[in-house]
């Protein structure tokens, strides 16, 4: 069996802005998210929404939209500022976090949320123990293999991608990155150098097309899942007359993961980012692929039904 994971990221990033932005979480809100529930229902397509407590606080009706539709509710953490990303975290302030968030999804959505990604994919050695405690279990913030981290923050943390299994692994207890004897199952992002995301498939269209012809090659070869990772955001048009927000403090940080991300993340945004995407999806139904949330493919693991 050929398994597609498509997973969202929820979260008020301005791609215009380079930061959190109220304005930007709106547009979300009432144009990123019911664009990409549309074409998750044309296609009849199961899909996994990994929300940020911020935007849940902003407004709180965004969990329920996806509710009708049958996609799992997930949690993004508490926050996506930089200063307070999962990496920079001791084990009692990730929990606090992931308590926080835990119980806005679960008030609004009405299900217990097991489901968790690291806001930017930035995680530590206390992580899997802070997952465990608070009753989580499936992460998705490891892309293994993948080779644009200097270009992120939390880059010296991500090295540990390039050594991760492909294949979905239950994780050691101090490294998300390592197989162990943990209760949280691991499910790679779909990576090779480059990432099967939204954001590399905006920035290089026929380049992600030729890396996905491979995924779907391995998956069939191995039974891997493609795991393929966007967000509302990208689909909005924002009109901001704001300059671009300075995050990093060092030079480099600022020229790479600020200033050269930004510049690349400009591209393909609002119905182009959309129309490439859907693209995508027709080419994995041809293929012959069949649509879970994590949590399905959790319990299907945990039945035998795949490799890994």
């Known amino acids: ?25 709106e547009k979300v809100f009432y144009e990123g998210m ?48 930089p200063e307070e990303a999962f990496d920079l975290l001791s084990l009692e302030e990730q929990c606090n976090q992931l308590k926080k968030s835990k119980s806005l999804l679960e008030k609004y959505s009405n299900e217990e ?12 050695k206390d992580t899997p123990k802070a997952l465990c405690r608070t009753g989580f279990l ?21 090295l540990k991608w390039l050594f991760a299994p492909r294949l979905p692994y239950f994780t050691s207890e101090t490294d998300l990155t390592k197989k162990g004897n943990s209760k949280i199952l691991e499910i790679p992002i779909t990576a090779l150098i480059f990432p099967y995301i939204g954001t590399t498939l905006r920035i290089f269209p026929k380049l992600t097309q030729l890396f996905r012809n491979f995924f779907i090659f391995e998956s069939k070869l191995s039974g891997k899942p493609i795991n393929f990772l966007t967000h509302p955001n990208e689909f909005i048009n924002e009109n901001v007359s ?27 945004l609002g119905s182009f980012g959309l129309d490439l995407y859907e693209k995508e999806i027709m080419v994995l139904i041809k293929n012959g692929f069949k649509f879970l949330t994590l949590k399905q493919y959790r319990e299907l693991l945990i039945k035998g039904e795949f490799y890994g």
């Open 242 to 268: 704001q300059n671009f927000t300075r995050r990093a403090k060092g030079f480099i940080s600022y020229i790479l993961a600020d200033k050269i991300r930004y510049l690349l993340k400009q591209k393909n």
């Open 34 to 81: 019911p664009k990409l529930l549309e074409l998750y229902k044309k296609y009849d397509i199961k899909t996994t929404f990994f929300f940020t407590g911020e935007i849940i606080e902003l407004f709180p009706e965004i969990v329920k939209l996806v509710i009708p539709y049958g996609h799992e509710v997930a949690s993004h953490g508490y926050s996506h500022k």
């Open 113 to 124: 949320v097991v489901s968790f990604r690291a806001p930017a994919l930035r995680v530590n």
């Open 138 to 158: 499936i992460d998705s913030s490891v892309a293994s293999q993948r080779f644009d981290f200097f270009l992120t923050f939390g880059m010296n943390n991500k």
């Open 1 to 25: 069996m050929k398994i597609a994971l498509l997973t969202n990221d929820v979260e008020s990033t301005s791609l215009a802005l380079n930061d959190l932005n109220k304005a930007t979480a």
